[in-house]
């Protein structure tokens, strides 16, 4: 069968392509775990979005992080805060291992205060990059929603009963069906409850869908919960994928 002209099926007065299986293997290269080196070097050394407070000492700043990431700044034998606190003059405060707290940056200069808030958030982005997707932002399906993919799926399954590889393993279960917006890693009870608080203020302030799931992005890329990959959501639901038939529980 030519790429260009797949064979067609229609179904419930829609048509879909029939498309081959390419099955693919992909090789992850692998990561340099020593990430202080070159990217805090590219850090910007000044930033006038920092709260920078004044005090009888010096200067003042704090960093809002949960605890899993102090080790990052710590490093080995707590070697990349000794580097950090050299190369900007400042003494660099982190609560103990479990304690949840904040950063605590002092210094002479206000410069060398936001250098190492500077290369401190750069560390922590970089390393949060690192982390497994804890949770996911979607829009759950009602019943309507549920009948129609189980229609769907009746009729897929009568038309392609024949195919080799399609059978009722491959659906997704109807009561997983979700639009997603975006995945999350929240590290902290704190996070999740940020989460929590900023969902409830996009209900109360969006409304169309499109525009509620690109401004609800929006906000959570702005508050750094989800790295900024794009600028608008394309809504899609997957309802067959032939993991489901490795993992039944799969979402």
């Avoid at 048509?15 to 990217?39: A, F, M, S, W």
């Avoid at 809002?64 to 190369?87: F, N, Q, W």
């Avoid at 069906?177 to 203020?201: K, P, Y």
């Amino acid at each position: 069968m030519e790429v260009l002209r797949p064979q067609l099926i229609r179904i419930g007065g829609r048509v879909y392509r029939k498309n081959p299986i390419q099955e693919q293997t992909y090789q992850h290269e692998d990561e340099d775990d020593d990430c202080y080196q070159g990217l805090v070097e590219c850090a910007e050394e000044s930033c006038e979005a920092y709260e920078v407070v004044q005090t009888p000492q010096g200067f003042r700043c704090t960093v809002k992080a949960p605890s899993l990431l102090y080790k990052h700044i710590v490093g080995k034998r707590g070697d990349t805060r000794k580097k950090l606190e050299v190369e900007t003059k400042t003494s660099i405060s982190i609560p103990k291992p479990g304690q949840e707290g904040e950063i605590v940056i002092t210094g002479q200069h206000r410069s060398g205060v936001i250098s190492a808030r500077t290369r401190i958030d750069v560390l922590l982005l970089t390393f949060r990059r690192k982390q497994p997707f804890t949770h996911f932002l979607a829009f759950l399906n009602e019943a309507e929603v549920q009948e129609r993919f189980l229609k769907f799926q009746e009729e897929v399954l009568e038309k392609c009963s024949m195919d080799h590889g399609v059978d009722s393993s491959i659906f997704q279960n109807p009561k997983k069906l979700h639009l997603t917006i975006g995945m999350l890693v929240l590290l902290s009870e704190q996070e999740i409850q940020q989460t929590c608080e900023m969902l409830q203020q996009c209900k109360e302030e969006f409304i169309e869908l499109q525009e509620l799931v690109d401004r609800v992005l929006e906000r959570f890329q702005a508050s750094g919960l989800i790295v900024k990959e794009w600028n608008s959501v394309k809504l899609h639901a997957t309802v067959m994928n032939t993991l489901f038939r490795k993992d039944p529980n799969a979402i």
